[in-house]
Nanobody
Framework: QVQLVESGGGLLQAGGSLRLSCAATGSLFRINVMGWYRQAPGKQRELVATVTSDGSTNYADSVKGRFTISRDNAKNTVYLQMNSLKPEDTAVYYC???????????????WGQGTQVTVSS
């Protein structure tokens, strides 16, 4: 069974930095797109950033210039470096991956359990 295991969340003051990690565990053939989403209380889940297997990235306008997404394909791991954090970045951050279990499988969508990031003013 393939799972996404997240780590790195926490509580910090505005202006600080934090790095989230998300590793895919279990046997799989390949991962296509990996990404981070977040959900603040009372709001819908929103895209933060995505990265393809060849390194192409996409960011929400609200985090451009402050967050950097990267991945290690050999480790099936995606990272989110968050700098200059603001109180409005407070949310539960979820890792997401589109993967193939086997070479003949169709792509499946997988979510992590979420990690809390709280930024105080």
């Amino acid at each position: 069974q393939v799972q996404l295991v997240e780590s790195g969340g926490g509580l910090l003051q505005a202006g600080g930095s934090l790095r989230l990690s998300c590793a895919a565990t279990g046997s799989l053939f390949r991962i296509n797109v990996m990404g981070w989403y977040r959900q603040a209380p009372g709001k819908q889940r929103e895209l933060v950033a995505t990265v393809t297997s060849d390194g192409s990235t996409n960011y929400a306008d609200s985090v451009k210039g402050r967050f950097t997404i990267s991945r290690d394909n050999a480790k099936n791991t995606v990272y989110l470096q968050m700098n200059s954090l603001k109180p409005e970045d407070t949310a539960v951050y979820y890792c997401n991956a589109d993967y193939q279990r086997y070479s003949i499988s169709s792509l499946r969508d997988l979510w992590g359990q979420g990690t809390q990031v709280t930024v105080s003013s």
